[in-house]
């Protein structure tokens, strides 16, 4: 027996978690339960993050664990506890098959048949936001080689034990060319291993369009936190419903399974909730925890259900489905065809013993780091960007004062008057003889600004590393 972590969550998730349990035990799962309380009665019980210390004590004692959606309330300051628990144990990969069950439910798109592989950790989900001035507020997007690798090697390994062909990534290097850059970078470098897979890049606008217009031209993508956010819903979605889909967050020792939509407030006790994408997470669990036998008895016995038009009203059609039904009666359905297997839904064999082979990370040999300059953003609510470089030229030494931009754009020297600009100004220091700048050239300059009154709210150092610029031209520039 496995015993394993529980949530009911909040809204529609108790009765979709009640159902998942019922089918869980009539297929005999090898499985005990321990449940813990997270989400909104945690959050309105006065803790800003929605899960106690006895929640996380078992969570990471059993390693696994089952969550039902939960509602993070309006406002207050509450942080999203699907982030904070993703990003506490490590759970870096999301793993969100979607495929369409045609004809039994709508959709555009028969035989499409794709997995979102997110990446989990970092990007703009760190949550690090600053307002610095009136009229601008900051999110700062963090990509790092640990987590493109761990992501991409996580997707290729996925490929290739699932016996899938191609791996896809999707970014936004054209214009982010250091972030975004770094995780199109690493994917070309991993791709290299996999001679025996196809790979190829997409920028996400135009690659987001074909997945949604064409799914059946992709097999697994792999893409950054807040694109794989978007884009996995919208798979999901064209497959046929938000609501059939499950996901797995895996990390290095813990794992969490769950449905991928929300908690469903307007519909929550009514018996109408479709519990299939919490089972189907359930589903991803138990062949996690190596009960593939089990996994493969619930997953048929629910694609017979849907086979046979037994249907929730999220994915009741007329003419299509034979049968509304609710939670409840759903369950049962399933319930009674265990052991049973689909005659056109692909009916599901799941190898026993499986593993991914994902190596540990290996830090790769320290850069030659050289300091050239630095950015100096400023609160300053004039007009003629002149007068601001006149001023800022009092903190020049060895690193003189080169351009000033606006929300990115170049406006000193020779900027366009029709350029819109705001209280926040990126004014950039750097040398001009191509030797390293001077250490203390930064400190002396931030005290020079205070003495004269210039309202400087941070800085950013400007580096190369072996040689490469480590930082982006103004637009403009």
Not at 279 to 298: F, T, Y
Not at 441 to 463: C, F, H, M, R, W
């Amino acid at each position: 027996m496995k015993k394993i972590t529980i949530a009911k969550g909040d809204g529609i998730g108790p009765e979709i978690m009640d159902a998942t349990i019922k089918i869980l035990e009539a297929a005999k799962a090898r499985i005990e339960w321990e449940e813990i309380q997270v989400g909104e009665r945690v959050y309105l019980s006065g803790n800003s993050s929605g899960i106690d210390k006895n929640a996380w004590e078992s969570i990471r004692r059993n390693k696994v664990f089952l969550k039902a959606p939960i509602t993070t309330p309006q406002g207050g300051g509450y942080k999203s506890l699907n982030v904070t628990m993703r990003k506490s144990l490590g759970l870096y990969a999301n793993v969100r098959p979607c495929n369409s069950f045609h004809p039994f439910v709508k959709t555009k798109h028969p035989h499409m048949d794709v997995v979102i592989i997110r990446e989990n950790e970092e990007d703009l989900y760190a949550g690090i936001e600053h307002q610095q001035t009136d009229e601008v507020v900051q999110c700062l997007k963090l990509i790092t080689r640990p987590g493109c690798e761990k992501i991409v090697r996580y997707a290729f390994e996925y490929a290739k034990l699932y016996g899938r062909k191609r791996v896809s990534c999707f970014v936004k290097d054209n214009i982010m060319k250091h972030t975004d850059g770094l995780f199109h970078q690493v994917f070309k470098e991993i791709a290299q291993e996999y001679p025996e897979l196809e790979s190829d890049a997409w920028i996400i606008d135009i690659g987001a369009a074909r997945l949604a217009d064409t799914p059946e031209m992709f097999d697994v993508v792999v893409l950054p936190n807040l694109y794989g956010d978007v884009v996995s819903d919208i798979t999901a979605q064209i497959s046929g419903s938000v609501g059939l889909a499950g996901s797995s967050n895996i990390g290095e020792s813990c794992a969490m399974f769950e449905a991928i939509h929300g908690s469903a407030p307007d519909i929550a006790g009514q018996n109408v909730a479709n519990p299939s994408g919490l089972l189907r997470g359930a589903v991803m669990m138990l062949n996690h925890i190596g009960q593939q036998d089990i996994a493969e008895k619930i997953i048929n016995a629910w694609a017979c259900t849907i086979e046979d038009g037994i249907h929730t009203a999220d994915i009741y059609k007329e003419g299509i489905s034979k049968q509304k039904v609710g939670t409840d009666a759903f369950a049962d359905a399933v319930i009674e065809r265990l052991g049973k297997r689909p005659h056109h839904i692909k009916s599901e064999t799941f190898s026993k013993d499986v593993k991914l082979n994902l190596p540990a990370y290996k830090r790769k040999p320290k850069s030659v780091k050289v300091l050239k300059g630095v950015d100096v953003f400023v609160d300053w609510d004039g007009t003629k960007v002149d007068e601001l470089a006149n001023q800022l030229k009092n903190l020049e030494s060895d690193i003189k004062l080169s351009m000033i931009t606006n929300r990115g754009v170049k406006v000193w020297p020779e900027g366009f008057e029709e350029t819109f600009c705001t209280d926040h100004w990126r004014c950039r220091f750097e040398v001009e003889n191509g030797h390293p700048a001077k250490k203390e050239s930064i400190p002396q300059a931030l005290s020079k600004a205070l003495e004269i009154g210039i309202d400087v709210i941070k800085t950013e150092n400007l580096y190369e590393f072996d040689g490469v610029r480590g930082y982006s031209l103004g637009q403009g520039q």
